[in-house]
């Protein structure tokens, strides 16, 4: 089982590579920053960046064949979403800037931790309310 669920890591990171979902990522990340850019194309950026950087997933990777999903499907597909709401000009700028900027590696980005930790401490907040609730009711 685990040697299945390795060599399927191994096929969606080749997968990730081939369909250049980095470069997008990339891109997104410094179209995000724009002040050109809609506050709702932003908005969908920023969730995806942080939803990809994130080490915590809405479907865990060790569940046969599910846990790829949002890997697969999920992604894309917000990834897409935030292409379209970014305006053409603006996106082909962030691609020729990404080239340059992401040559030496990767900038550094507080920004997108502290999003990623608020958000994983609301969600469990806000689950932990809710299990308090019930338990208080009975």
Not at 43 to 55: F, H, M, N, Q, R
């Amino acid at each position: 089982m685990i040697k299945f669920l390795m060599r399927t890591n191994k096929k969606v990171r080749k997968l990730k590579k081939k369909t250049g979902l980095k470069r997008k990522l990339e891109i997104l990340y410094l179209a995000y920053r724009r002040k050109d850019v809609p506050w709702y194309a932003k908005l969908i950026a920023i969730v995806v960046v942080g939803y990809v950087l994130s080490p915590i997933d809405l479907i865990p990777d060790f569940i046969p064949f599910i846990g790829y999903l949002d890997d697969l499907i999920i992604v894309p597909i917000g990834i897409s979403l935030a292409i379209r709401l970014i305006p053409k000009e603006v996106f082909y700028e962030c691609s020729k800037e990404a080239e340059e900027v992401f040559k030496e590696g990767k900038p550094k980005s507080w920004f997108f931790g502290v999003l990623i930790i608020i958000f994983w401490i609301v969600v469990a907040a806000y689950f932990l309310n809710l299990f308090l609730k019930s338990l208080y009711r009975h």
